[in-house]
T-cell receptor, first 110, second 116 residues
Framework: GDSVTQMEGPVTLSEEAFLTINCTYT??????LFWYVQYPGEGLQLLLK?????DKGSNKGFEATYRKETTSFHLEKGSVQVSDSAVYFC?????????FGAGTRLTVKP | DAGITQSPRHKVTETGTPVTLRCHQT?????MYWYRQDPGHGLRLIHY???????DKGEVSDGYSVSRSKTEDFLLTLESATSSQTSVYFC???????????????FGEGSRLTVL
């Protein structure tokens, strides 16, 4: 079945460092791909999405490009802030379900 | 923020007791979902609803039942709670549902359930 694999971390970075969180997927057809973020004590919020190959989703300085040839949707940010500390989930749309990766905990230190 | 309220937010119960979690939305979205979040597994779908009285099973539905008697409310029931059902439960809503090609979810803040 459809699935998502992402690096589990945890990832610890200093403020202003470059961030990459890897995500690869297995799916039939061409699903939409998503990154969700979960701040402590809260539910998940949509961070960005891409609906077809070569699309780039972006929001709040984060970017991810839908790569069909490598079945990947890696999350990147050029300069992280302490406020970016959260758990990040990669996900894909499937039939009547959103399939999530295990989540990657990011901690950014000042 | 999407108007999604979950209750209770925290609950501790004992093995064998029934538990009901409630999700209430004010967005009038047709689709509602219950997920559980566990370390190493991300979120997994328990049940979903595509309309009043219309529900279906998700990936991890064993031991759970749901009901939806009104558009705005979606209840998740554990008939006889077990320790393996200790988890954080999230309700989510979607206006158009999730297909193989598209979909977007809005999440509640979660309900932490501990079964002793």
């Amino acid at each position: 079945g459809d699935s998502v694999t992402q690096m589990e971390g945890p990832v610890t970075l200093s403020e202003e460092a470059f961030l990459t969180i890897n995500c690869t997927y297995t799916a039939t057809g061409y699903p939409s791909l998503f990154w969700y973020v979960q701040y402590p004590g809260e539910g998940l919020q949509l961070l960005l999405k891409a609906t077809k190959a070569d699309d780039k989703g972006s929001n709040k300085g984060f970017e991810a490009t839908y790569r069909k040839e490598t079945t990947s949707f890696h999350l990147e940010k050029g300069s992280v802030q302490v406020s970016d500390s959260a758990v990040y989930f990669c996900a894909l749309s499937s039939n009547n379900d959103m399939r999530f990766g295990a989540g990657t905990r990011l901690t950014v230190k000042p | 923020d999407a108007g999604i309220t979950q209750s209770p937010r925290h609950k501790v119960t004992e093995t064998g007791t029934p538990v009901t979690l409630r999700c209430h939305q004010t967005e009038n979205h047709r689709y509602m979902y219950w997920y559980r979040q566990d370390p190493g597994h991300g979120l997994r779908l328990i049940h979903y609803s595509y309309g009043v009285k219309d529900t279906d099973k998700g990936e991890v539905s064993d031991g759970y039942s749901v009901s939806r008697s009104k558009t705005e409310d979606f209840l998740l029931t554990l008939e006889s709670a077990t320790s393996s059902q200790t988890s954080v439960y999230f309700c989510a809503i979607s206006e158009s549902g999730i297909t193989r090609y598209t979909g977007e979810l809005f999440f509640g803040e979660g309900s932490r359930l501990t079964v002793l």
